[in-house]
């Protein structure tokens, strides 16, 4: 289903969001209460590209995101709402597209705290749109809406599913969970924080399908990945109006299902690592 992925390259360094599709598509969290508008640039370099548990470039590329986010209300009162862009950009000639942008995403979405603010909400729900074009696969566009709920819990479980409603007709459901600790053990790392986090997904029959190549349509548990991502502040980068990170990371991933294993093209299994540089103003 990530058929739909390329990368803007006017930010700078490489998800998933491999992302996964659910850390691509994922909306920064602001905090700053006064300002109503924020805007978030990342970009990263990744080993390979994965999405979903499917292998769609064996060769390093370079991935860029722009979020813009509004305010909606007074503080926020009347949640918030986000403009995304996202793409690819492949750096060798593996499938002939050296230095092009192989895929351009187009997100739209609307997020607001449930059940109180900060530490006492119940959790935080996002309704969303992605359009996905493609250069390099077919179908060569597609569109997804979705709908998150993360749980303001131990963990953080999230729940996020997506709906095809362009070519697949179909449902993909990823289920997640994270947590962030503290790297206090020196004064080099007082403000380093590591996330680990795991993803599984669920497909059903209509895009196992189309995104898996199956002749049947089995809906099964479809992927699964566990990544740790060092999140490291750049102070002669940031400053009263901009925050900088710097986030190396590293992901196990696999396709569990052995049909689609069978079915799908290239290594269903394995690492991704890389990092990215992430701008806040």
Not at 239 to 252: A, E, L, N, R, S
Not at 266 to 272: I, L, R, T, W
Request: glycine share 8%; aromatic share 16%; hydrophobic share 35%.
């Amino acid at each position: 289903m990530k058929k739909l992925v390329s990368s803007l390259i006017f930010t700078a360094f490489l998800s998933a969001q491999a992302e996964d599709p659910a850390t691509k598509h994922a909306v920064p969290e602001k905090t700053e209460e006064s300002k109503a508008w924020a805007l978030t640039l990342e970009t990263g370099v990744y080993s390979h590209y994965i999405f979903r548990g499917l292998t769609y470039n064996h060769d390093p590329v370079v991935q860029t995101s722009a979020t813009l986010d509004y305010k909606l209300g007074k503080e926020g009162e009347y949640g918030k709402l986000s403009l995304c862009y996202w793409n690819s950009v492949d750096t060798t000639n593996i499938i002939g597209q050296s230095g092009e942008i192989t895929e351009n995403d187009y997100g739209i979405c609307w997020s607001h705290e449930i059940g109180g603010e900060g530490d006492n909400r119940l959790g935080d729900l996002k309704i969303g749109n992605w359009y996905y074009d493609f250069k390099t696969f077919t179908p060569n566009h597609t569109g997804e809406v979705y709908f998150d709920w993360t749980f303001n819990s131990f963990l953080s479980p999230e729940v996020t599913a997506y709906y095809d409603y362009m070519e697949a007709h179909g449902w993909y459901i990823n289920f997640a969970i994270g947590h962030e600790f503290g790297l206090d053990f020196s004064d080099l790392t007082k403000e380093w924080k590591l996330a680990l986090t795991s993803n599984v997904g669920w497909t059903d029959g209509n895009s196992t399908q189309q995104w898996y190549g199956e002749k049947d349509q089995d809906s099964s548990f479809t992927d699964f990945n566990v990544k740790a991502q060092v999140k490291i502040p750049v102070s002669f980068l940031s400053g009263d109006k901009v925050t900088t990170t710097f986030k190396p990371f590293i992901q196990w991933f696999t396709t569990l299902d052995r049909v689609h294993q069978n079915a799908a093209p290239g290594d269903q299994e394995g690492f991704v690592g890389g990092a990215t540089l992430s701008f806040e103003f």
